[in-house]
Each structure stands twice: as structure tokens, then as C-alpha cells.
């Protein structure tokens, strides 16, 4: 009889459809790497890590190596303005290559939508999105999740509002998917040019004002370089309506927290003012990315 193959590989490619009990587990494990004591381990001694960046990067590209160095895993930084690519090699061919050097893993960014998709039914090793197009961004809504969680501690009930460039984020979308899974419920602000037709339904959308009433009110970045399209006449415009100011963060709640991906538009998205505010979790949250990428890495090749 013929056996049926089974896809064992370890992606992660989204939150979309994980349940709750995944994601508690990731961060729960997350919180034994934090507290862990000794700063570099030998759990992935002898496992070699690409980390593949199609798309420029800072704080997610070093949170995945000092998380993969703190495993003890060996690292290979990919930059694809110094690779092949440049040359014309597709980036099917440049994941295969490296696949066939023998690495045990991988961990990718890319510009455009659907690519990671089909690179993960040819590739097999485990793939770690570390964000494609506005599809999704995994790892920052689950440092996000853990963020929110360690400091109220649980997620379900909370109001989390999402407030600016829904429609080219794809914080905005994993965020979506993990914290509904999460029992938290998920409220959209933002211009009408941009909303995401294909998100209609998933979450509503609600005035600044009320916004600011959420128990976490998360600011996202006006990617400029994602607009195919003038979207916002100034960045002085866009901050008078949809920017969180220091006056508009007087009618928050006295428990709410101040969230951002970055990195910040300082004073167009959020005020100067706000960015190291007690009320911001906004550094609290890269600080988190470190264990919450230990445990993704630690997941896929367990």
C-alpha cells in the first residue's frame, strides 16, 4: 500500500487559524527563556540558521540572531544586496541553494505577497516568516501578545485598538488573527484610503476617540515606502487626525498601555513626548522579541 507523506516540516507562516493553546504555548515558553539564567545555552548546538532578509530590517534581524546565538545555534546572515539576487537569481533558487548547503532552518523576509507561501510546499526545511509583504508579521504580534499579557495578565477580554495604515501592515493582520484567537477583542482606526477591504468584517472600524478608550491603544507606522499611491497630503495632517498626541493621551484610560511595532515617525504616528512615556511599552516590546524568537526557533526545530 501506498504511504501517504506526511508534512511534518515546522513552518511558521502566520497566526491565522493557530489556536489559542499554540499560541500560549510559544508564550509560555518564551517566559521560561526570559527568565532563563545563563545568556548563551547549547540547545541548537551544531544547528546552522540563514537568516534570509529580502527587505531591509534592524530590530527583527538582530532579535533573530541574538535569539539563535543564545540557543547556540550557528548563524548565517543573508543580505540580498550582496548575494546572487543582484544577478538575477530568484529567490526559490537562492532558499534551495542554501537548503542544499545543509542548513537546518531558516528565517525570511520578503517584499512581495504569496512568495513565502509556495516556498514552503518546495522547501524542506523549517521556514520562520519574518514578515512578507502585508501579509503577515508572526514574531511581532506575538511579542506584542506577550507584551500585553505580562503586563495585564491574560489577554482575553481586553480591547486592543490598531490605529493607522491597516491596509499595508501586516502587524496589523497578525495581531488580528493571534488576539482574537486569544479571546481579546480587536478594533481598526484609521483614514478611509486606508482600510483593508479584504479585513471588512473581521474587525470594526472606530473613531479615534473612541479608540483612545481601549485598553491598549497600538499606533502603527505610515509606510511611505508601501504606498503605490499619494495617501496623506502631510505628515502634519495625518498627525492632527490620527496621531497620538500628547493632548489625545490625556483621554486614555489610567490603565491603558501605548503599543508600537516601529520603527517611529516620531511625531507624526505618536508625540516625541510619548515614545519613553510610563504609560509606553514601545521598548518593552523589543526587549521581548529576543525570548519570544527563542521560542519560535526552539518550535521549529524541536
Known sequence: MAQVK??????LLGLKGMSAQEITAILDRAY?????????????QGKFIANMFFENSTRTRFSFEIAEKRLGAQVLNFSAAASSVQKGESIYDTVKTLESMGIDAGVIRLKPNG?????AEKINIPLINAGDGHNEHPTQALLDLYTIRKHFGELRGLHVAIIGDIRHSR??????WALQA??????F???PNMHAEELEGHADYITMNEALQADVVMMLRVQLE?????MITSALEYREHYGLTVERAGSMKPHAIIMHPAPINRNVEIDDELVE???SKIFTQIGHGVPIRMAVIERALS
Open 6 to 11: 506526511v508534512q511534518s516540516v515546522k513552518h
Open 226 to 230: 508601501r504606498h503605490d499611491e499619494e
Open 189 to 191: 482606526c484609521a483614514p
Open 32 to 44: 521560561f527563556w526570559e527568565q532563563y539564567p545563563a545568556k548563551v545555552t547549547h540547545f541548537l
Open 277 to 279: 512615556d510610563e504609560r
Open 182 to 187: 486569544m479571546g481579546a477583542k480587536v478594533s
Open 115 to 119: 512568495v513565502l507561501a509556495e516556498l
Open 171 to 176: 502587524v496589523a493582520r497578525s495581531n488580528l
